[in-house]
């Protein structure tokens, strides 16, 4: 009488126990170990750049135009054209960017050899027609490349080829910066036209003056 189990089923209970051994030795290899980290997806993050800029980068783009309801000048802005303003003091007018509104701006520049007499500036006559006993206010923003520099307002009525009255205002630009400056006057002629003058005090040539955002009201009473 043979005792014991078949041969197919030893092969077989010797394969379990291969499977088995072999599972328990994989488990005890890779114990402990964590799984590899997720890679964050890279992210992009674009810089807007300030106002300024220099010759060899884009010139970035300036702040919105801010509205001046009841403006009583068109182009006080400089963002299409330099129409109906005139340089004084022999100086050069140059449109530029770098506006403190919109892009634009105007660059008063000194010419080489002035006498001096009138400062290098720009003006923009016959803006309007003055009513007598109306207060007008001239505003306008100016910045200066040098330090201490002096600007000069003048709002003036003409009449008959001549300056019938007018009033000037002068400021210190201590620094690079724009600074909003401003002069009223009240007219005393019915009819006559409104002039209105910007000028720099004794701008060295290598400097300028830079004008934006002129504005010219009619002042309720």
Do not use: C, K
């Not at 810089?47 to 009583?72: C, F, V």
């Not at 004084?88 to 105007?106: D, F, T």
């Not at 201590?174 to 007219?187: F, K, T």
């Amino acid at each position: 009488m043979r005792f014991g189990r078949p041969r197919p089923q030893l092969v077989f209970l010797a394969a379990l126990a291969s499977i088995a051994l072999l599972t328990l030795v994989i488990g005890l290899a890779t114990r402990g170990e964590a799984p590899a980290p997720r890679r964050a997806a890279p992210t992009t993050t674009t810089a807007q750049g300030g106002r300024g800029g220099s010759a060899t980068t884009a010139a970035p783009a300036g702040e919105p135009i801010r509205s001046t309801p009841g403006n009583l000048l068109e182009g006080g802005d400089f963002e299409r054209d330099l129409a109906g303003w005139v340089p004084l003091g022999g100086a050069r007018l140059r449109r530029v960017e770098g506006g403190i509104s919109g892009h634009w701006a105007v660059a008063i520049e000194p010419a080489a050899g002035s006498d001096g007499s009138v400062g290098p500036g720009l003006t923009r006559r016959a803006l309007a027609t003055a009513q007598a006993g109306t207060t007008y206010e001239a505003s306008v923003w100016v910045r200066a490349t040098v330090p201490d520099a002096q600007v000069v307002l003048a709002l003036q009525e003409q009449a008959g080829g001549r300056v019938a009255s007018s009033d000037t205002a002068a400021y210190g630009v201590p620094n690079d910066a724009w600074r909003q400056l401003a002069v009223e006057h009240r007219a005393r002629v019915s009819g006559s036209s409104l002039v209105l003058e910007i000028s720099g005090v004794d701008l060295p040539t290598d400097g300028r003056l830079l004008v934006d955002l002129v504005d010219v009201q009619e002042e309720e009473e």
